[in-house]
């Protein structure tokens, strides 16, 4: 298990924690449920109203999906902003 398994983050991320599959099912089949889960509620409004059209669920999708990923990728980099700063944090107490 690596530090990104174990690091407690902001709301609506116990549910991502548990499984990034169920979001990742939520965000195609579902996109303006994952925006609610994420306490997203205008986008979701936006994608419940796509996802009513046939043809606007396949962007709402998308939207969805991207989302996702750029959240994961935003918990990772302040990870890493975090291990620097406290790193600089530790040097700055030992010289």
Aim: charged share 20%; proline share 5%.
């Amino acid at each position: 298990m690596n530090q990104l398994d174990t690091m407690p983050t902001g709301p609506g991320t116990s549910f991502e924690k548990d499984s990034g599959i169920t979001l990742a099912f939520l965000a195609i089949a579902f996109p303006w449920l994952y925006f609610f889960v994420r306490r997203k509620f205008v986008p979701g409004l936006a994608c419940l109203v796509l996802q009513c059209m046939l043809v606007g669920w396949l962007p709402a999708s998308v939207w969805a999906m991207k989302h996702l990923i750029n959240a994961r990728w935003e918990k990772k980099k302040q990870l890493l902003i975090d291990a620097v700063e406290s790193s600089r944090r530790w040097n700055l107490y030992t010289c």
